[in-house]
């Protein structure tokens, strides 16, 4: 079975960047298409931006846009999230996800502060 692994979070000032990665381990990695969540203190959990298997982006969150980039390496089994001109409203926890087949694995989160 799939695991996945954030990193990357961290406390950074507004206007800021940070880059979050999701390690998968397991085979075909390839095959799922890769998503970003966030979820803030108190709010319910939300899609930040996905990707499909190829490569493609899709569903950035408008909150994101233009600011937030998400891509994936294969050969690496990893997933990205470059996030630029961070605010606060950007502080959260951020899960990656994958789908495959149905089913949806949930890596545990890294979390991400936006601060002065």
């Known amino acids: 079975q799939v695991q996945f692994v954030e990193s990357g979070g961290g406390l950074v000032q507004p206007g800021g960047s940070l880059r979050l990665s999701c390690v998968g381990s397991?085979?075909?990695?390839?095959?799922?298409?890769m998503s970003w969540y966030r979820q803030a203190l108190g709010k319910e959990r939300e899609l930040v931006a996905s990707?499909?298997?190829?490569?493609?982006?899709?569903n950035y969150a408008d909150s994101v846009k233009g600011r937030f980039t998400i891509s994936r390496d294969n050969a690496k089994n990893t997933l990205y999230l470059q996030m630029d001109n961070l605010r606060r409203e950007d502080t959260a926890v951020y899960y990656c996800?994958?789908?495959?087949?149905?089913?949806?694995?949930w890596g545990l989160g890294t979390q991400v502060t936006v601060s002065s």
């Open positions: 996800k994958g789908t495959r087949a149905g089913y949806e694995y």
């Open positions: 990707i499909t298997y190829l490569g493609r982006p899709t």
């Open positions: 397991g085979p075909n990695f390839i095959s799922y298409t």
